[in-house]
């Protein structure tokens, strides 16, 4: 059976669109696809920011590592179980200060793991989270997907170029944008990125 990973990252909840959109297209696909859908959502868990213990603890085996070392890589190693099993990954984020929420950067730092997600051979890194697709679901109050906003849209290059990193190089991409535009804009943002999350389904 197939499985879909929905990562979601808004401190917004329910009034947030990254968490709204993201969550209609991961249960788009499991409804088609007749997959199991696992919900992460980075506000509800609390991730540690890294830090020297968790660092120790990831560059050794694990049976070298000390009891509090241990402890401090239990939800990373649970975490990179979740987006191994997964076929399918569904991002949600809001655009903030021209980049991704610090939970969506802390759960990075929790599955880019040496050995795990990726690893460095003599012609250099190589993912290993390969035969996956990831989608991204990113929510603005301006226009950044393209024109003059464009290049200080640092969120989608970025998550691109980790996923890339871990094997992962079908990205497609759902802009819920120009949001603080007025009533009508944003209406007519929701409507088009619901759209295309309806296209990207029947595709799947």
């Not at 991730?47 to 213990?53: M, P």
């Not at 990113?138 to 970025?158: D, E, I, T």
Request: charged content about 20%.
């Amino acid at each position: 059976m197939s499985s879909i990973l929905l990562v979601t990252s808004s401190p917004r909840g329910s009034d947030s669109l990254s968490n709204s959109i993201a969550s209609q297209l991961a249960e788009k696909f499991a409804a088609q696809t007749g997959g199991a859908l696992v919900r992460r959502d980075l506000v509800e868990t609390q991730l540690d920011h890294v830090d020297g213990i968790f660092t120790a603890a990831i560059r050794k085996p694990a049976d070298a590592r000390t009891a509090e070392e241990t402890e401090s890589v239990v939800l990373s190693d649970a975490l990179v179980a979740e987006l191994l099993a997964a076929d399918t990954i569904v991002i949600g984020t809001g655009l903030i200060n021209f980049n991704i929420y610090s939970s969506l950067k802390s759960w990075i730092d929790h599955v880019a793991r040496a050995g795990l997600t990726f690893t460095y051979t003599e012609n250099g890194p190589v993912g290993l989270a390969k035969g996956k697709k990831a989608y991204l679901v990113l929510a603005a109050g301006g226009v950044y997907s393209s024109g003059p906003g464009a290049p200080m849209n640092h969120a989608v290059p970025y998550l691109k170029t980790v996923l890339g990193f871990l094997g992962i190089d079908l990205v497609e991409t759902v802009y819920v944008e120009g949001l603080a535009y007025g009533p009508e804009a944003a209406e007519k943002a929701v409507a088009a990125a619901q759209a295309k999350v309806v296209e990207l389904a029947e595709a799947a």
